[in-house]
């Protein structure tokens, strides 16, 4: 169990760019989740996906915000034309696959997150 | 929509004192429930989760959790706090209808002092 990685760690960016974030899941892990998280809050819900599907994805999530998981492997978070509000610190985590209960009890395994600074 | 409520913003306590985080839930189903912990400029930690049928559940560094169906509960207890449990602490929730999506309450930071 090598843990979840992200990368990169920090990331500056100018209000406008497009930034793009990579999340390595446990290996055996079949479920992968974004998550938001600014200072002090909890981590709020963006999307998730169930080896390369993505089955839910946040209805406060706008359109310039989209994730992929090609390979059902490790996954891209892609924010397009960055805005200051977008500042704030991204995470990923996995979780094990199995039986329907096993899977709803399955604890999610957090990586060390991307945080990211628009100016 | 499954939801979840931490009514305290920060709980104080001595050490060698008992503690408690408080946590309630909102489920369509039945509720799959967890406790996390984060460290400061650490990753979230998995700290338990509620087994079906067991209203107490023991998980990591002594910490444990009582379920309280009636009362729509799961609150996190240690029966003796350290310094070093000083942290912040998510109530999270599953339900059946939500999918495997996990939601999270907005935390309740913990501070043990000597």
């Known amino acids: 169990d090598t843990g979840v990685s992200q990368d990169p760690r920090h990331k500056i960016t100018k209000r406008g760019q497009n930034v793009t974030f990579r999340c390595d899941p446990i290996s055996e892990h079949n479920r992968l989740y974004w998550y938001r998280q600014t200072l002090g809050q909890g981590p709020e819900f963006l999307t998730y996906f169930q080896n390369e599907a993505q089955l839910e994805k946040s209805r406060l999530l706008s359109d310039r915000f989209s994730a992929e998981r090609p390979k059902g492997s490790f996954s891209t978070l892609e924010i397009q034309r960055t805005e200051q509000g977008d500042s704030a610190m991204y995470l990923c985590?996995?979780?094990?696959?199995?039986?329907?209960?096993?899977?709803?009890?399955?604890?999610?395994?957090f990586g060390n997150g991307t945080r990211l600074t628009v100016t | 929509a499954q939801s979840v409520a931490q009514p305290e913003d920060q709980v104080n306590v001595a050490e060698g004192n008992p503690l408690t985080v408080k946590c309630t839930y909102s489920v369509s189903g039945n509720p799959y429930l967890f406790w996390y912990v984060q460290y400061p400029n650490r990753g979230l930690q998995f700290l338990l989760k509620y087994i079906t049928g067991d209203n107490l559940v023991k998980g990591s560094y002594g910490f444990e959790a009582e379920f309280n169906k009636s009362q729509t509960s799961f609150h996190l207890k240690k029966p003796s706090a350290l310094v070093s449990d000083s942290a912040l602490y998510f109530c999270a929730v599953r339900d059946e209808p939500g999918g495997f999506k996990t939601i999270f309450g907005a935390g309740t930071r913990l501070f043990v002092k000597a």
């Open positions: 985590a996995s979780s094990r696959g199995g039986s329907v209960h096993s899977s709803y009890n399955s604890p999610l395994h």
